[in-house]
């Protein structure tokens, strides 16, 4: 099996109505993902090298509308938190590799708002143009 550096990536076997796991949108996303879709405050930043940079909230939201289940944040610096997925129990985090070798601590995280976090515009668009991306990369709605 190919090795990921995403967090969660060894037990991240569930499966959505195309039979894709979260690895294989991972290889997907790793197409689309660009400056465009980075958080602006990070966009400076951002490389194809660390291309997860600033990526973590719309691609976790995208990944709910596949596979359903809840969004957890970690919290970061000033307020803001690092968004990943929880499917029954299947954790894990597509974004997660924008940290390097920094371990971050998936436990007692508070759970996430679509609505709160979509408050912001330039979020909400990021998320629709991500979206758009994924899926005339997969050929189908990325819904469930």
């Not at 995208?62 to 299947?90: A, E, M, S, T, W």
């Not at 390097?100 to 979020?123: A, M, S, W």
Request: hydrophobic share 25%; proline share 3%.
């Amino acid at each position: 099996m190919k090795e990921y550096k995403f967090y969660g990536w060894q037990t991240a076997d569930i499966m959505d109505s195309h039979g894709r796991t979260p690895r294989e949108y991972y290889d997907l996303l790793a197409q689309v993902w660009s400056a465009e879709t980075c958080a602006p405050r990070l966009r400076q930043d951002w490389t194809p090298e660390n291309r997860t940079l600033g990526q973590c909230s719309i691609t976790a939201f995208l990944i709910q509308d596949i596979y359903g289940g809840k969004i957890y944040g970690i919290p970061r610096d000033n307020g803001n938190f690092h968004c990943f997925n929880v499917v029954g129990d299947c954790v894990f985090d597509l974004t997660s590799e924008q940290f390097g070798e920094t371990v971050l601590d998936y436990t007692n995280c508070p759970e996430q708002n679509r609505n709160t976090h979509f408050e912001k515009t330039e979020k909400k668009e990021r998320y629709e143009l991500l979206k758009k991306r994924l899926k005339e990369k997969c050929g189908h709605s990325t819904e469930r």
